[in-house]
């Protein structure tokens, strides 16, 4: 039996990108693949976030043999009956492709892949390590790994358990014979249609309630129904319509890490797709869980950070994009019917404040008093690290940094100095930074408030300044 140190099952962007990271540290890494490439893969819209990760991960070559049509506009009819031309850029790429030649290139740095692989079988061994065992064309294979990687999108492998954070969405889309100009993103009365020019034909994707299948019987009947309402351009339907349907609700895992396995990509959590942001998503949780994994096999003391950290990040995301798309439905003001109303149920938090209308220069500033300050593990050049942060009281976020500085030295700084004091103090210690942009952050995280003569100086707890943060240097 042949072992590794970590074994990734499904070679989607997630698990491709942990395999790449993890071979450049050095790991002996095994990367199994059910499917055969190229396979079809729905989520084929990337929004321009991506290319940072590919020029970090030096894979922008990739892109190009993949790029099916790059965008600078999409046309929506959404908050109310006009059509919005938004000026945006975004990219349309045969997933296929792409998929395919990121699982080239992983194969060409040596990681060990097993590609249609059928019937892989988990087992986890009473020393914490893995037993894989993969049938591959009539022959049983078995292999030993440290540590097990989770990245078969939304089937999953360990039953650990999903909960909705959304309410839940079916797609069903087809591919019509026409194409489209530039994607378009519509409001139906039961639902809300994407369509993006492929190849020389359209993929129009109709997202609705799995009541709204039901109702019509089937996804078919439901999609052809819907279809009629399209409004942004006249559709040429044909009867024959070959339809798909797939699962595209938002979820996270209920225990996405532990000292032996990790999930990442769509099998930690998923994003609606309107945000076209999967694909994203799962490249950036690909590149924190590597240094997670490195962490966990190489500092056993620091375990209990990287847990933290990662369950963390998957927290973070989760409730921004929840937020975020609570949002953006809530905009959508054409239709008034039960689908809108759950989907747009929740209210987000409007922390803003526009401190302009606030303050003056010569106000003062002081921490809010209900900030603790905390320790909290972020990501290192390599590893997983602990650094001073603060936290709110009834919160669980820590805050760490603004950007790339440490926010605990900030705070510090700028305590008891007036506005602007504050700024001056802030371009002289971060003279590449705005001060301004700062000092907004701060107050409209409330975690800056403007020092009211009443407020009692006991409010403070007085341990902020006695202990090592004290000493602390503020460069
Ligand atoms: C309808 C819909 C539309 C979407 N549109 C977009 C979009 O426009 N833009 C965007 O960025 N994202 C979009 N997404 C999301 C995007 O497709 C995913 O977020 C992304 O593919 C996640 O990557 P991944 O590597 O985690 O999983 P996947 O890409 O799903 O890869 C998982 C791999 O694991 C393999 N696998 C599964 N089980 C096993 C097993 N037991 N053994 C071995 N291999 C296995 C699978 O064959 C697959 O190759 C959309 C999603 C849906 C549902």
């Not at 966990?296 to 847990?307: D, K």
Request: net charge neutral.
């Amino acid at each position: 039996m042949e072992n590794f140190d970590i074994c990734i099952v499904g070679a989607g962007p997630a698990g491709c990108i942990t395999a790449l990271e993890l071979q450049h540290l050095g790991y002996k890494v095994l990367l199994i693949e059910k499917t055969t490439f190229p396979r079809f893969h729905i989520g084929c819209s990337f929004s321009s976030g991506i290319l940072h990760w590919l020029t970090t991960l030096k894979l922008t070559d990739l892109l190009s043999p993949a790029l099916l049509h790059k965008h600078s506009m999409t046309s929506i009819l959404w908050e109310d009956n006009t059509i919005i031309n938004k000026y945006e850029q975004g990219l349309t790429v045969d997933r296929g492709i792409f998929d395919q030649l990121l699982l080239q290139h992983v194969i060409s740095l040596g990681v060990h892949v097993i590609q249609s692989a059928m019937d892989v079988r988990i087992q986890e061994m009473p020393d914490t390590t893995w037993m894989i065992q993969v049938k591959k064309e009539n022959t049983f294979f078995q292999f030993g790994a440290r540590f097990l990687v989770e990245a078969t999108g939304r089937k999953s492998l360990l039953k650990t358990g999903k909960k909705g954070y959304l309410p839940p969405l079916i797609a069903t889309y087809a591919f019509l014979p026409q194409s489209f100009k530039h994607p378009i993103v519509e409001a139906s009365a039961e639902g809300w249609f994407w369509g993006t020019p492929f190849k020389d034909v359209s993929l129009i994707a109709y997202f609705s309630h799995p009541t709204a299948v039901q109702k019509y019987k089937n996804s078919n009947n439901c999609y052809t129904a819907a279809l009629q309402t399209f409004q942004t351009v006249s559709l040429l339907i044909p009867n024959n319509l070959q339809t798909f349907t797939c699962n595209a609700s938002s979820y996270e895992d209920k225990s996405p890490i532990a000292s032996n396995y990790i999930k990442v990509g769509d099998a930690a959590y998923t994003t609606d797709p309107i945000s076209a942001q999967g694909v994203t998503k799962a490249i950036k949780s690909a590149v924190h869980a590597s240094k997670v994994i490195h962490t966990l096999l190489q500092q056993p003391h620091m375990n209990e950070h990287a847990i933290a950290y990662y369950e963390q990040l998957i927290r973070r995301d989760v409730s921004q994009h929840g937020q975020w798309m609570n949002d953006f439905y809530g905009r959508q003001q054409i239709f008034q019917t039960p689908f809108w109303q759950q989907y747009s149920g929740r209210q987000t938090m409007d922390n803003t404040i526009d401190f302009h209308l606030h303050l003056e220069p010569q106000d003062l500033l002081m921490i809010h008093p209900d900030l603790n300050f905390v320790k909290s593990p972020v990501l290192g050049m390599r590893f997983i690290e602990v650094q001073n942060a603060v936290v709110k009281k009834r919160e669980e976020e820590p805050y760490v940094f603004i950007d790339n500085l440490l926010i605990v030295p900030i705070l510090k700084l700028i305590h008891q100095q007036t506005v602007f004091n504050s700024i001056n103090l802030l371009y002289k210690h971060y003279p590449h930074v705005n001060p301004i942009y700062l000092l907004r952050y701060l107050i409209n995280h409330q975690l800056i408030i403007k020092k009211e003569y009443e407020i009692n100086e006991k409010t403070i707890d007085p341990t902020y300044f006695t202990d090592s943060y004290k000493e602390e240097s503020l460069s």
